[in-house]
């Protein structure tokens, strides 16, 4: 859309703050939890329980969300703290935790080897569950929805290019994520 404008992407599971990291803008999800930025609220969205047809061909199907605790899962985590809580539509349960990772692609990987159950964003497991890769699990119990934001410096004023890109995710990142949902509703 805006052949003339070059981005430098940094793609890290860390909390990176845009003034001190010197971003121009951040797309956080999960809450804000700083007074020095602006967010500007894109969507929620939930992720989702997914397993390989192979998996559940070896160690059966998870019929509640207690039942997560007898089944091999991965869980995304940052630091050492491996101790995972998910959270279903009144229910919390703790997964049987065999592989904690901040990284997300790696559960992506763990869970179409059909090693593990865990939880990603539709986004990222669209495409496995369209091709019959991967199976989402406990749709009747969703996971708590998640938000995303853009997070700018409260204190500067945003350039035209920083601006240009607001305007951009704000129209195309809805659309792709809600694509996703519906697409995945319509399965």
Not at 15 to 36: F, Q, T
Not at 56 to 75: I, M, Y
Not at 141 to 165: D, E, K, Q
Request: proline share 9%; with cysteine.
């Amino acid at each position: 859309d805006h052949p003339d404008i070059r981005v430098h992407l940094l793609s890290t599971e860390r909390r990176v703050h845009p003034v001190e990291d010197g971003i121009d803008v951040a797309l956080r999800v999960g809450e804000v939890e700083h007074e020095a930025l602006i967010a500007r609220h894109l969507l929620d969205y939930r992720h989702v329980l997914v397993a390989s047809p192979e998996f559940l061909a070896t160690h059966g199907r998870p019929n509640t969300p207690q039942d997560l605790s007898r089944f091999p899962c991965a869980t995304w985590s940052l630091g050492t703290n491996t101790n995972a809580t998910w959270r279903f539509a009144g229910t919390s349960v703790t997964p049987n935790t065999v592989l904690s990772t901040n990284d997300t692609m790696h559960l992506l990987h763990s869970v179409l080897a059909g090693e593990v159950i865990t939880e990603l964003p539709p986004f990222i497991v669209k495409d496995a569950i369209e091709r019959g890769l991967l199976v989402p699990l406990l749709q009747e119990r969703p996971l708590p929805s998640v938000p995303l934001n853009l997070l700018y410096p409260a204190h500067r004023h945003p350039s035209a290019v920083v601006r240009t890109y607001i305007e951009y995710c704000r129209r195309k990142i809805p659309w792709l994520v809600e694509a996703c949902t519906a697409d995945r509703r319509a399965t």
